[in-house]
């Protein structure tokens, strides 16, 4: 009755992590939640003002397509910060990362074509691919190359039906950043090959010590993968943007007329507060308080034995080896979340490689919470003879 494509799709693990969770505090427990790939911060007062006044002056009618000038331009003005000049046409505001890796699916994959992404690596990316009728081809990532692929692991995978391929800097699950003269080597060969180089940086900002700010300080000629989720708070308004070749913007200004109209309007206004220096003081700050969490996490694990073979460099995951627990990671994290209400991702949810050994931690919740997780991760171990 369906498509054959939906059963090439695997659920979003994470979600049933959640609804477990919530079964678990609607029976009254408090539950420490170690899962959630989203900031718990609200979104900063000064974008919220800036929402309604938007909403108050009647801003609810379609804009255009690649989004309202002013937000270009503020993007613009975000990159120049960094030292990188890129033109208004070259960016293209978004429904999410989602709705921009959905335009990139649309724009440079024809059926058949493949796409190299990293395994473990974002689940959703596969999906992108697949819906273009594209190909994706995983390449196994490992502790000792911090999870990120080399220019020789691409150029191995790189076959007559690849057009290109997808990378995340900071990286989820892992947190790790390609380093820069890694990144610049597989543009080049990426650019030699004839392909594209997708460089996801939807955790841009939210770094520990990042050896570059964007890719686009390293190579001029990626599409770059952003959104206004992460570090700048905002999941639940669906805004991202692209940053495009030249030659690209009159191909995906067609797409995005035809599959979105326009990005989410009243979004768009919001968002113009996120680069104001009220705004930017409040998300470094929150940067900060990130790095902090990171700490207090891999430091309490380390103690309870278990291994952290990368620490990452932003983002906010621990990649966790959890094997000298002697359970595999989907048990881990179901009887930690059944028996001691610590709610964390199994590497499954990332792909194959090793994921029976992973599991995702995140730190998006208070101290004083992470604390009473690892109080609970060492009773959960103790109660199970690991300790
Ligand atoms: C690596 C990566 N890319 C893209 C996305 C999509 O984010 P959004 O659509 O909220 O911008 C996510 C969300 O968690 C992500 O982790």
């Not at 890129?86 to 921009?100: F, R």
């Not at 790095?291 to 891999?298: G, Q, S, T």
């Not at 621990?318 to 000298?324: E, F, P, R, T």
Request: charged share 20%; hydrophobic share 45%; aromatic share 10%.
């Amino acid at each position: 009755m369906f498509a054959n494509r939906v059963d090439q799709i695997q659920p979003f693990r994470v979600m049933e992590v959640l609804e477990r969770a919530a079964y678990h505090e609607a029976l009254g427990r408090r539950v420490v939640h170690l899962e959630v790939g989203e900031p718990d911060f609200e979104t900063a007062a000064p974008i919220v003002a800036a929402g309604q006044q938007a909403l108050r002056e009647g801003k609810t009618k379609y804009t255009p397509a690649t989004g309202i000038p002013e937000l270009r331009r503020a993007i613009v003005g975000h990159y120049k910060k960094m030292g990188v000049t890129v033109n208004e046409e070259q960016i293209v505001v978004t429904s999410g990362a989602s709705g921009g890796l959905t335009l990139l699916a649309a724009l440079l994959l024809n059926p058949g074509d493949e796409l190299l992404i990293t395994d473990p690596g974002y689940p959703c990316n596969e999906v992108f691919t697949r819906l273009a009728g594209g190909v994706p081809v995983t390449m196994a990532v490992n502790a000792n190359q911090k999870f990120q692929p080399t220019a020789a692991g691409v150029e191995m995978h790189w076959q007559q039906r690849t057009k290109g391929v997808l990378l995340a800097s900071p990286a989820n699950p892992t947190g790790t950043m390609l380093a820069a003269d890694t990144l610049e080597e597989i543009a080049r060969s990426v650019r030699q090959r004839g392909g594209f180089f997708i460089l996801d940086e939807i955790y841009q900002g939210l770094t520990i010590e990042a050896p570059y700010q964007t890719g686009l300080q390293i190579s001029q000629d990626l599409y770059v993968l952003n959104s206004f989720s992460k570090f700048f708070g905002m999941t639940g308004w669906r805004l991202g943007w692209l940053v495009v070749p030249q030659p690209a913007i009159e191909a995906i200004t067609k797409l995005a007329q035809n599959l979105f109209i326009s990005p989410s309007t009243p979004a768009q206004y919001a968002a113009l507060a996120a680069f104001t220096p009220a705004a930017m003081a409040i998300h470094d700050a929150r940067a900060a308080t990130f790095v902090a969490r990171a700490e207090l996490l891999a430091q309490g694990l380390l103690k309870l034995g278990f291994s952290i073979p990368v620490r990452p460099e932003g983002a906010f995951y621990l990649y966790v080896d959890v094997s000298h627990t002697g359970l595999a990671a989907r048990d881990f994290c179901w009887r930690l979340l059944d028996e001691f209400q610590v709610a964390t991702t199994p590497g499954e949810d990332f792909g194959q490689h090793m994921h029976e050994r992973f599991v995702r931690f995140a730190y998006t919740t208070d101290e004083a919470s992470i604390q009473v997780g690892l109080q609970r991760i060492e009773q959960a171990l103790q109660a199970w003879g690991v300790v």
